[in-house]
Structure formats: structure tokens, C-alpha cells
């Protein structure tokens, strides 16, 4: 499967979600879990499409440990989102938009990329960016 692929998957999370984000997780060309944003439904600031995409596969596996699994979000995970990334051992990060793309269009962001987090960190997580920016843009518009 290409990326192209599980991005409009995370695209379509989005559209779900309470704002547009949405998160995919794949192991083998699979698709194992999807989630979108559900902070104001939730009353929970931590429940980002991330945060929710990942609780939902460990809870599922019954194991807080994703290595070899990768994410597919539509914006670049934010520094808590990065973190869980880091904790739960994913061994990829591909987004959409970038966090720079966010705050340029607007959107509130706290300015530090997933790349840096990760730099600080005990992992050595891939990252791939700008996988259909533009249509997770256009999700703000």
C-alpha cells in the first residue's frame, strides 16, 4: 500500500472528529486502529486523534508497545502527541501538515516540531511529512 493510502484513511477520521484531525495505525500494510479528535466531546485536552488512535491499539493488543507499528496523521503531532509516539515505541511518524503549516494558516500550536521531541528522546523514530498536505489543509478551510 502506498501512503497515499492510509492518509485518506486519517483524512476521513478527521471529518469525524470535533476538529480535523485524524490518526491511523498500520503493521504490515494493515490497517490496525483509526481515531479522530475527541477533546470537546470528551472534556478531555488530551484526547487528540494520536493520543486516542494509540490507546485504542494498546488497549486492544493488551500491550503499550507499538514498535514495528506506524502512524499516519493528518498534522504533525504536537509535543505531547510526539511524546506518546516516543513512549509507546512507534517506529514511524508520517503526517500531512506540518505544525509550521498550522500556525501559518492560524491555527493555535505550541511551535516544536515532532522531529525535535524526538531528537530529545531514546528513540530513533521515522518521519515522513507532507504526505497530501494540501487536502489536510483544506480540512481548516
Not at 507499538?66 to 509535543?79: A, H, N, R
Not at 509516539?85 to 500531512?96: A, D, M
Not at 505544525?99 to 511551535?111: A, F, G, V, W
Request: charged letters at 20%; a negative charge; one cysteine or more.
Amino acid at each position: 500500500m502506498i501512503p497515499e493510502y492510509f492518509m485518506r484513511l486519517a483524512l476521513a477520521q478527521a471529518k469525524e472528529g470535533d476538529t480535523p484531525y485524524g490518526a491511523v495505525i498500520v503493521k504490515d500494510n494493515e490497517v490496525v486502529a483509526v481515531a479522530h479528535n475527541t477533546v470537546s466531546r470528551d472534556n478531555d485536552p488530551s484526547a487528540h486523534a494520536e493520543i486516542n488512535v494509540i490507546r485504542s491499539l494498546t488497549a486492544k493488543l493488551k500491550n503499550h508497545f507499538l514498535e514495528g507499528y506506524s502512524i499516519y496523521t493528518t498534522c504533525e503531532p504536537c509535543p505531547m502527541c510526539a511524546t506518546a509516539c516516543v513512549w509507546s515505541g512507534l517506529s514511524e511518524i508520517v503526517y500531512g501538515a506540518s505544525i509550521q503549516d498550522l500556525i501559518s494558516i492560524n491555527q493555535s500550536q505550541i511551535n516544536l516540531s515532532c522531529e525535535e521531541v524526538i531528537a530529545k528522546s531514546f528513540r530513533n523514530i521515522k518521519v515522513t511529512k507532507g504526505i497530501l498536505k494540501n487536502e489536510c489543509l483544506e480540512l481548516f478551510k
